[in-house]
T-cell receptor
Framework: EADIYQTPRYLVIGTGKKITLECSQTMGHDKMYWYQQDPGMELHLIHYSYGVNSTEKGDLSSESTVSRIRTEHFPLTLESARPSHTSQYLC??????????????FGQGTRLTVV | AQRVTQPEKLLSVFKGAPVELKCNYSYSGSPELFWYVQYSRQRLQLLLRHISRESIKGFTADLNKGETSFHLKKPFAQEEDSAMYYCALRGWGKFQFGAGTQVVVTP
């Protein structure tokens, strides 16, 4: 089934650890995004990609990095996690369809807690 | 720069009452506007988009370019409408989201 998957759903990790949040989509979309969302707050775009080997930083400065080696895969990495990285991370993908325009599809999110 | 403003963090309404969620935007070009909804323990999903000019689950939204607004309305709120609602703008290939409005519908 075409969908967008994020793993893990929840992660509690110690300060200084390296972590990778996984995001995969089986919808064949070119564009993918990472958003950071604190509870009750707006979504902040931290990274986006228009296709393979294309990555850009978003509006909110982030210490994380991303890669896009395959169309379907857009992992986000934190080299050294800190308590300030505690947040929910949402992955999304989008594509343009002639009949309806563009729509963004979201994964379930990863809730990260750094202790 | 593009920006989306949702002035209300929380809207509490009674079942059957009208509900209106405000959204204002700033964007120099022709934007695409959307409303996304997140029900409890579910992922963020599209509710409606301005280019479709459709009604979804009784909700409608009209793009007013003069006032740069895209308010979401429903004449009779239902308990199942309780959720978090986000206004979004797509410009320069990116989706920009507002801070969200929590809607609570009480019986």
């Amino acid at each position: 089934e075409a969908d967008i998957y994020q793993t893990p759903r929840y992660l509690v990790i110690g300060t200084g650890k390296k972590i990778t949040l996984e995001c995969s989509q089986t919808m064949g979309h070119d564009k993918m995004y990472w958003y950071q969302q604190d509870p009750g707050m707006e979504l902040h775009l931290i990274h986006y990609s228009y296709g393979v080997n294309s990555t850009e930083k978003g509006d909110l400065s982030s210490e994380s990095t991303v890669s896009r080696i395959r169309t379907e895969h857009f992992p986000l990495t934190l080299e050294s996690a800190r308590p300030s990285h505690t947040s929910q991370y949402l992955c999304a993908s989008s594509a343009y369809r002639e009949e309806v325009g563009t729509e963004a599809f979201f994964g379930q999110g990863t809730r990260l807690t750094v202790v | 720069a593009q920006r989306v403003t949702q002035p209300e963090k929380l809207l509490s309404v009674f079942k059957g009452a009208p509900v209106e969620l405000k959204c204002n935007y700033s964007y120099s070009g022709s934007p695409e506007l959307f409303w996304y909804v997140q029900y409890s323990r579910q992922r963020l999903q599209l509710l409606l988009r301005h280019i479709s000019r459709e009604s979804i689950k009784g909700f409608t939204a009209d793009l007013n370019k003069g006032e740069t607004s895209f308010h979401l309305k429903k004449p009779f709120a239902q308990e199942e409408d309780s959720a978090m609602y986000y206004c979004a703008l797509r410009g320069w290939g990116k989706f920009q989201f507002g801070a969200g409005t929590q809607v609570v519908v009480t019986p």
